[in-house]
């Protein structure tokens, strides 16, 4: 055995690592839809001159109906009815209503790439004898195994320090975007709810002309409460125009009951 000798190897790594962060936002709109069908038929036209004087007289004095441009108009809950005074005829309309939704979303998406160079060394002795096994070649080849190891461990610990670095960073920067993306996302929920919203009224106007003719008697109550004050008030008009005695109205249970006495 004579005086250990020593070998240094340098190795290097290379590493090549791949970021990704993203930011999805959702937005949300929603708008009110209706749809509605109308109709209308004779009324006025189909009353004497002087009933249609004193149903017009009635609506007038009536306070739920609203006179507007020529026309008595009433909502009701399904929809509303109106009384055209020029031509007489009774309008019916019935809407339907439905809440539309649509929903959006936008993602930012931030990519980056972290290239890291290190290099280690190692030293290993050997005998020039090959003492204990301990040749130059066997000292080369575990210095350079170790120096490899060293320069991929520290290339590792040093790619993930500077990917959390730059994922912490991006972070940052989509933190900073959560508004925009946000008034984006709800902008274009807002327009893609436009061709849903028109889908739904369509079939809702569908739906209420269907519906339609069901209603007519829901629609046409209260233009036959108003006729019935109207032929209240003129049946007492003429009595009382005519001397009537011991005049009498009883109303009960939607009957209207009207007694007096007159010399034939």
């Known amino acids: 055995m004579c005086n250990p000798r020593r070998v240094r190897v340098r190795a290097s790594s290379r590493l090549t690592r791949m970021w990704q962060e993203e930011l999805s936002r ?44 020529g026309v008595y108009h009433l909502e009701l809950e ?33 990519t980056g790439t972290v290239e890291v160079n290190a290099t280690a060394e190692r030293t290993e002795r050997y005998y020039d004898d090959s003492w204990a096994g301990l040749s130059k070649s066997v000292a080369e080849h575990t210095a350079r195994q170790e120096a490899q190891l060293r320069a991929d461990r520290k290339a590792a610990e040093q790619a993930a320090r500077e990917e959390e670095q730059e994922r912490l960073a991006g972070q940052r920067r989509l933190a900073g975007l959560t508004d925009e993306l946000d008034a984006e996302a709800r902008e274009r929920a807002e327009r893609d709810l436009a061709a849903p919203a028109e889908r739904r009224r369509a079939e809702l106007s569908r739906d209420a002309a269907e519906r339609l003719e069901a209603a007519r008697t829901e629609f046409l109550r209260p233009v036959h409460e108003v006729l019935a004050v109207a032929y209240r008030d003129a049946i007492l008009e003429y009595a009382r125009a005519n001397g009537a005695e011991a005049l009498r109205v009883d109303e009960a249970d939607g009957v209207l009951n009207i007694q007096f006495e007159m010399e034939a």
């Open 78 to 110: 399904t929809g509303a009815v109106a009384y055209h005074l020029d031509t007489g005829e009774i309008e019916m309309t019935l809407r339907l209503n439905d809440v539309v939704t649509a929903e959006a979303e936008v993602t930012r998406t931030l």
């Open 26 to 69: 959702t937005g949300r709109a929603s708008a009110e839809v209706a749809g509605e069908a109308s109709v209308r038929q004779e009324f006025g036209t189909l009353l004497g001159k002087a009933a249609r004087r004193a149903f017009e007289a009635a609506l007038g004095a009536d306070t739920r109906w609203v006179w507007r441009d």
